[in-house]
Structure formats: C-alpha cells, structure tokens
C-alpha cells in the first residue's frame, strides 16, 4: 500500500483522544518535564502557517522527552478574553462569549489536525468562570498583603495592622504611596474603620489611584503604551489622548529589585532579559530639592519644592532650567498670567501623544516656560521652570534637572529656547581647556575640584544631606501596573464600593460572573459596560466575616441600618494581562474546585522547564507572570521564585506576498491590463496584491484572478513572453497526480508572473496560507516537518510553499524502506550490517544532539540524509528501521506510529517508547573502502583493515583476482599504498 497520509494521520488522531495517550499525572517514579506554549488568542481568522511553529517545536520536544523517560506535561489552552471579540460584539450585537466558542472550536480543530500530544484533559479558558473564580481569588490575596521591605516579601494585611497598632508608621518599612500619614498607635486606634481602610488602601499591593492613561474615546477604554501608534488606537486607528482616572494598579514596583536579580537565574536569551532591566530601569542617584521662587505668588512659598532624581548628581552646578512634565500637580500653581494660554496649549497638545511616543522621539524638543522659577540648592542660580512632554509624571518625581553639557536632549532644548549652557570643569582643566569664544561659560563649583565622577557625586549627596536638600536613591523606571480596562469581555474585579471606598465581596462568593447587558458600549453617562447591567448590585451581610476583620483590624463592621442596602460594583474589568498571568499553574490541577492548584501537584510539577513564545511579550506578559509567581511564593501558595527556567523565542514565520501590475495611463490613471513581472519595467505600473492562493510557483491563475476581483472581469494580461491574453480557458488544463483539473494554471508558455515580496502574513496583504490546505493537500506530518526544516526555530524566515514538495517526498521514500516495489509490508529479520548499524547510530547521536541544543531544522536534513544512505544500501532489517521509527517519532508522530504497528509490535502508541542508546562503536572506521589505481586511473576498489600496514595490503592486493585481471599479463613495477586513502599499481 502507498503512502495514504490522509487516512493514516485521521487514524492516529482519533487513537489519541480516545486513548488520552498523552494525559499527564504525578508520578513520583519519573522525573517531570513541564513544556509550556503560549497559549493563543482565538481569533475568528483562525491559524495561518506561522502560528504552529513554536507549537511543533515544543511538541517535538515534548515527544523526545516522553521518549527519554520523563513524565511530560504538555497542556494547551486560550487566553480568551480581549477586544477583538468585544469589538465583533459592539458591531453584530452578539454575545462576545457565543463568538469566542465558535472561534475556539475552530482553533482546536486545527490543533487536533497537525498531531499535536497535548493533554486536552487539562484545557484552560480564561473566559470561562471556572477559571476566572481564581483570578478574582489572586486579586483578593493581592488586595489583602503589603510588601515588607524588612523581610523583603509580600506579607498579610494583618501583620501591617499589628505594627500600626504596636509602633509609629514612620517606623514601617513598607512599600506604600507617599501620601501615607504619620501615625502613633494611638492616632491609628482612635480612628473610624472607614479612615483606617482608606489608609490601609495606601499600602495594599493593589490598590485605586489617579493615574495618567491612554484614554481612547471611540473604544471607551484605557489603552497600553503598545496598542497607541502615533496618538492613534492600533486597533481602528481611533485617537487617543491622556487623561487622569482613577484605575486599578498593582505595586510591582515593590518587587522591582527582585526581578532584576531573577534574571540572573533563569536561561532566556540574552536580548529578551536585557529588555526587561531596561524596562525595570535601576539608576543609582540622588534626590535633589529645589525650591521655587516667586514666593509671593499663590501656593508658591518657601516650603515649595520640586523634587528631582538624577544619576549625575555630579553635574549639578551645571543645570540651566527645570523641566517638569505637563501632568505635574504644580503646574497650574507656577503658571504665571502670562504664560497661562501657552501652558495651557502645549497640555492640550501633549494629550494627544501616548506615553510611548514621547518617551521614543529623542530627536525633537517641544515645551512652554511657566513663567517661575527655581533656586539650585547648591549655587544659588535662578532656574527658570519649563513643561515638556518628553518628562513624564509617572516616572521619577516628573521633574527633570536640564544640564544642556551633560545630555543631548537638555542640549538641544537649551538651544531651541536660548537657555545657558554652562560647562563644568575643574579648575585645573579651566586654565588648559577654557575657550572664551565657545558658547557658554564654565562653572568652578568650588566643593568638588580635582575629584573623580565618583568622589565628586558622594561628596555633593554628602553636601545636600547637611544642608536638608537631598539624599541618596536607588529609583526602579519601572512603575506600578494598571490593572483595568473599561470594557465588558474580561474578569469582573470583586470589589464593591461603600463610602467611596473599596472592599472585597467574600471567597464563598465567587466567581462574580459577567452579567448581562443591552449592549457593549459605554452608559451615556459615560460609565463602562457594566454600568448597563440591571439590578447588578452587591448585597451586604450584617457582619464581617474573618477575613474582613484582617482588613479593617480588630473592629466589627456594623451595617445598622445598612443592612441588605445595595453597593455598586466596580464597573471596570481586569486588563488583557490578569488570566494570562498564572495560568501554568491551572494546567497541573486544571478541574479543582476547591484551590487554584492542588499543593501536592505543585510540588511535583514545580515550575516551567520549556516555554516557547513571542519576544513580543517581554515587558508585558512575562514580566507580569513573573510578578505574579514571586507574589504567590511570598505567600506559601507556591514553591519556585521563578515560572519559566528556560525561555526560547521562535522567529516570525513571514508572508511571501504576491503582487500583480496593473498598467497607468498618460494621465497616471490605472487601466485595467495587467503586465508580467518581467515586463513591467517598460511601463508606468501600479502593484496590487493577489491572494497567493491563487499563484503557484510565482505564475498567476488569471481566470481564479478575474472571479476574486469581479472589476477586472474585462482585464487583459501581457504575459512574460509579451503576448496578450488571447487563451480560451475552457481548453486550458494540466494534470496533477493523474487527475485533470480544469482552469487552474496555462500550460503554454504564456505565462503571467507575479512579482514577490517578503512581509509580515497578514489578511490585509493577501498572503496568509492556511495549515488546513497543506494538510490537506501533503498531511500533517509533511507540514511539521517542513515548518522546522526552514531554519533555526530562533529566526525569522521567510514562508515559500515551493520547498514543501520536497518533504513529502522524502516521507514517501522513508514508507517505501518498509515495503517492495508493490507496495507490500516487507522488513527483514537478518542482522544489519556495519554500513546500515553505522548510518542508524549517526543518527541516533544527531537527533539527540539537535533536539537538545532546539536546532531542529538540521535534524530533518539529517533524517533525509539517513534514508537516502538506508536506501541506497537497499536496508530493510526490522532492528535498523524500527528504531529509525522511534528517532523519527516526534517530528512525524502519525507515520511513525503506523509503521511502528505494522512492524508488529503491541497495540497501542509508540509514544513512551524508550529512545534508541547511541553505541559510539558503530561510528568507529576499522574498514576502508581502497579505490585502486592502474597507471593513475581508478579502475576498481577493496575493502580492507585500516589496521594492515602498506606491506600486508600490497600482498593481498596482488593475490586479489578482481585486480590482477588489469594487469594485463604484466608484472607491477611499483605498488603505492596511502593508508586509508589509495592505492595505486604501476605497470
């Protein structure tokens, strides 16, 4: 029988999820492998070839490692919460949750078609509310802990309660808002419970504050820096603007340090860590005080300061001018009348950039004097104070120093605005290096002359310390996490609102589920979704339970006569990040109703040992996750510091789009001829894409063209030979596989040639290709392994279905290893002999070494090489193919295990098969093949001994009658021996 790949993978496949072949529990008696994909969002367009790639990788190796003996987890899931669903809901009116099935459905079809060994058992969706009780559960614990900085962990609410009421709060080392009140135990005591939760809100690990957004109006959200493209939505191209709210955050801030130094311990490439410390952003500085003059005006007196961080205290006698940023709280207070209409301009403008595009453009300069100014502490120099939207609020104080010598962008706003520039030198370098002619003047500062960078910047904090004007800082770039969006498809927070403030439904209540609305758009009020929701209303109970008791202290919550009154709900829902950000562990417990994972199988399974998934995650995602995981080991929920031990990112599989070229007129107007790539530098042309499935090997089928794109049913086509379209299609045809298909390609030489270009695969461009069809079409086990073949996991590469041809081939040349020329089942059961042990033991070492280092793509080369040598050795030997089925195994799993049953071996999977044991001995050389030489020319060839010496080869050489028949009745005159090279007879 030939190679029926359609009827043999549908087999294997539905074996599997009968069988739960690859159904993952503890047991003790192997050691774990944990091997993680990031789970995809599922979108109504499905998968396109690019997406399976980091999941055939990981499943390869998942496979590999059940062969070596591991007990491998490999679970699958969706991160099915998001705004594409949320956006089709607003457009069509239905359910976002109806959509996300029908699209989940899709994506599993065409997950169970590629052969993939995940255990389905374990699936997670993080829409559904089974999963989603338990990311409200982790925002609760969040809410109810601070983070200790003398035991450097996230401790309970009640032990913050126990210090407040034991000691001053001056005297807590904790991680809280500035704003924090300076308490005695008794200040803290006489308090009401509703004062003391609103101080404990202060200090909570996540916790409500005003903050700056990228608030989106059309979408009726906050969106991240990475969704704003030039103050636009990425999504809709919608504007964006900032503005203050009051958001949700979580204090990942406090575990800044500690995400720096985890990267040190976990095996990541090198760029994706480097991001994340420059994201966390540890400088070593100072803090430095300046006050403001202009005491006479308004708020502006002598107990008015604006706070500055810099690395470079050192430059300090040369700041010029103060920048703060546009959304500091002083900055109405500093404008002056005068300045009032431009101040009030430039805000207006800088509400219209994201966050990410002011801190991006480094090349030009923008800002708007407020008309004050300050006194540097150290000098006493008059500095004028200016807002620019390149310092932003949320990072640092919101207040810059500008030293126009010292930094490129202060200098280039110096010189927009005629500011000083003051160079500051030592006084030595004065007399040798000062130049009156140059711009500027030069600064002696009188307290550092002669110093070194580092002696200089300890002895100014030294100075500012004395005087009460500064101090020493490590400052962490990285700010706390806004964690909400004002959408309806997300988690709702279990949070209700008393007072104004904030408190936690109880954990016998959840899950709060998602309710109903009318429609997905904001109130006319303005309120999120779920401002829409009918009688969605939290009930109070008469008493506090336990765990209310921790978060307000020792007193009992009375309602009186709030009893069974109604609270508002948060409206907002948790952002994109929240489910994505522990979902690892549900995988080890996935259906417990009881926790978020059972303790005994977190123990077992630990921690990530391969993740394989997108750069693009970096700052978000996985740092996020990693947050999360240090969060919950702080509270003894779980064992490993870390998640992920060891990160691959796999490369963009990118479109091979094709272009079509339509001719302009005189007047630049486009007609509707199309001219062949190689023609079209002879005219005035515009590119359009075409849908690539419609092209192959780069040649347009015209007639599938003119249907797709109906305004073209009149188009004439100059082909590449310069003839025009003249062909009557239905006399057009060309047999592939002995089966005639009309209209699909000319089989003439006239031929139209679309032009390419390498991009990202995309809808919008035409170029996305289907798995389904390949599969179809070649099978799954041909796509895995052609997806590999085309080049290291870790690169980007460009996708070309002209090279897949190759692979099935090769799959069909490594059936035919089993069977006759008839296509009958025929292995041998002789010994193999050394060239067929030799060829099998290559690449039993190869695969080991490849799949180990992830350089899969070598591996096929080398399987093709395998077959190729087992081929033209004619080897059919039951012991040399049988174990090539099991190397072979993970790659193309539905072949393997057919060839594995019809070798005979016990019904069932060969999926925990022990892998074959590499034998070096075979790879030794002890024979060599001689090519034999008569008066220089190669006439015959003997296989001997690489151990015989030059003589003993010459005596067996010349006794060796497939030899001697070239003597020609001659006797050598000489004999030539090249150990294990020639040997050469001359006559």
């Known amino acids: 029988m030939d190679y029926q790949f359609k009827q043999i993978e549908k087999s294997w496949q539905k074996f599997w999820a009968e069988n739960e072949t690859f159904k993952a529990d503890v047991d003790a008696s192997k050691p774990k492998y944990f091997v993680l994909d990031m789970f995809p969002y599922p979108s109504g367009a499905g998968l396109h070839v690019g997406h399976p790639l980091g999941y055939i990788a990981s499943d390869i190796f998942a496979r590999y490692k059940r062969l070596k003996g591991f007990n491998v987890l490999h679970p699958m899931g969706y991160d099915s919460f998001g705004l594409p669903a949320e956006q089709y809901a607003i457009q069509t009116g239905q359910h976002p949750a ?31 509310p089974e999963y989603y009780k338990w990311t409200q559960w982790i925002f609760m614990q969040l809410f109810n802990s601070w983070y200790n900085k003398e035991t450097d962990k996230a401790e309970s609410i009640s032990t913050l309660i126990a210090k407040l009421e034991a000691i001053p709060s001056s005297e807590i080392n904790a991680v809280c808002d500035e704003d924090v009140l300076n308490l005695l135990p008794s200040d803290w005591s006489n308090m009401n419970a509703e004062e003391k939760q609103a101080e404990l809100l202060k200090y909570r ?76 952003g540890k400088s070593v500085g100072a803090m430095v005080s300046f006050g403001i003059e202009n005491k006479e005006q308004g708020a502006r007196n002598k107990d008015a300061i604006i706070e500055v961080f810099t690395t470079r205290v050192d430059t ?119 130049d009156p002619t140059k711009e500027g003047k030069f600064i002696n500062s009188g307290i550092v002359d002669g110093m070194g960078y580092k002696e200089a910047s300890e002895a100014i904090v030294n100075k500012l310390k004395e005087i009460g004007v500064g101090y020493g800082k ?15 498809w997300g988690e709702p927070v279990p949070v209700y609102f008393k007072n104004g403030l904030p408190y936690l439904i109880k954990e016998e209540e959840l899950p709060l589920l998602l309710p109903e609305v009318d429609k997905y758009l904001p109130t006319k009020s303005g309120e999120p979704p779920l401002g829409r929701a009918k009688d969605w209303k939290y009930k109070a109970s008469p008493q506090p339970s336990p765990k209310e008791r921790e978060q307000i202290g020792s007193e009992v919550l009375s309602f009186g006569e709030d009893l069974g009154e109604a609270y508002e709900y948060e409206l907002s829902t948790m952002p994109g990040w929240a489910g994505s950000s522990w979902y690892w562990y549900r995988y080890m417990d996935a259906n417990n109703n009881q926790a978020f994972a059972d303790s005994d199988k977190i123990a077992y399974w630990k921690d990530v040992d391969l993740y394989i998934g997108g750069s693009e995650h970096a700052t978000g995602h996985l740092l996020y996750s990693r947050f999360w995981n240090k969060f919950l080991k702080d509270l003894g929920f779980v064992n490993e ?48 894409h075409v849908d690539v499935n419609m092209v192959e090997n780069d040649v347009l089928d015209t007639e599938a063209f003119k249907k797709w794109r109906p305004e073209y049913n009149d188009a004439i086509f100059i ?52 798995p389904d069809d390949l599969v179809e079409r070649y099978g799954a086990d041909t796509l895995r392994m052609y997806e590999m073949f085309l080049g290291p996991l870790e690169q980007s590469k460009p996708w070309n279905t002209n090279g897949i041809e190759g692979v099935f081939k090769f799959l069909r040349k490594f059936w035919k290893l089993f069977h006759d020329e008839n296509f009958n089942f025929s292995v041998s059961d002789e010994a193999p002999t050394k060239a067929e042990l030799k060829t099998l033991h290559k690449i039993i070492k190869k695969v080991e070494d490849d799949v180990e280092r992830f350089s899969f793509n070598t591996s096929v080369s080398s399987f093709m090489i395998a077959v190729n040598e087992l081929t033209d050795l004619k080897s059919n030997k039951r012991v040399i193919l049988q174990d090539l089925v099991i190397i072979l195994s993970p790659y193309a799993p539905h072949i393997c295990e057919e060839l594995w049953q019809l070798l005979g071996n016990e019904a069932g999977t060969l999926s925990y098969t022990p892998f074959p044991i590499f034998n070096p001995d075979h790879l030794i050389e002890n024979e060599f093949n001689y090519p034999v030489s008569i008066n220089g020319k190669t006439k015959t060839s003997i296989n001997l001994a690489l151990t015989l010496e030059p003589k003993e080869v010459e005596e067996i050489i010349l006794k060796e009658e497939a030899i001697i028949k070239y003597f020609d009745g001659k006797y050598p005159k000489k004999v030539i021996v090249v150990k294990g090279r020639i040997i050469n007879i001359v006559i």
């Open 98 to 128: 109806k959509t996300t099935e029908t699209n989940i459905n899709r994506y599993r079809e065409q997950l169970d078609n590629l052969g993939f060994s995940f255990d389905w058992s374990k699936e997670v969706r993080t829409s559904s």
């Open 205 to 280: 690990l996540t916790f409500l504050k005003e903050s700056t957004v990228n608030w989106c109006a059309a979408l009726g959200t906050v969106l991240a820096n990475d969704e704003v493209k030039d103050g636009f939505s990425e999504r809709g191209g919608h504007p964006v603007e900032q503005k203050k709210m009051m958001q949700w955050s979580m204090r990942i801030s406090a575990y800044a340090e500690r995400l720096l130094q985890g990267l040190n311990n976990i095996d990541w490439p090198e760029p994706l860590k480097e991001m994340q410390r420059n994201w966390i």
């Open 316 to 434: 300090i006698f040369g700041v010029s001018f103060l920048v703060i940023a546009p959304e500091h709280e002083l900055v109405a207070s500093l404008t002056t009348e005068e300045q009032k209409e431009d101040i009030e301009n430039y805000i207006l403008a800088t509400k219209k950039k994201s966050e990410l595009d002011r801190m991006s453009d480094v090349k030009t300069v923008s800002g708007a004097f407020t008309g004050s100014y300050a006194s540097n502490p150290l000098s006493g120099d008059k500095i004028p104070i200016w807002i620019a939207d390149y310092v932003l609020a949320g990072y640092g104080t919101g207040a810059v120093m500008g030293v126009p010598s010292g930094d490129q962008r202060d200098f280039l706003f110096a010189q927009k605005f005629h500011l000083p520039i003051l160079q500051i030198l030592d006084s030595q370098k004065i007399e040798k290096e000062a």
């Open 474 to 488: 490590i400052n962490y770039r990285m700010r706390d996490a806004i964690f909400g969006r004002q959408r309806y």
């Open 641 to 688: 510091e870390e998640p992920f031990k060891k990160l691959i990112n796999q490369g963009m599989i990118q479109g091979r789009s094709n272009f079509v070229y339509m001719i302009l007129d005189v007047d630049g107007r486009p007609s509707h001829t199309f001219v062949s790539n190689g023609l079209k530098e002879n005219y005035r042309t515009l590119s359009l």
């Open 719 to 770: 082909f590449e030979d310069g003839e025009k379209s003249i062909l009557n299609p239905e006399k057009e045809h060309v047999f592939m596989e002995g089966t005639e298909v009309k209209n699909l390609f000319p089989i003439s030489k006239h031929r139209y040639v679309c032009g390419t270009e390498v991009e990202k695969m995309s809808k919008s461009k035409f170029n996305v290709v289907s």
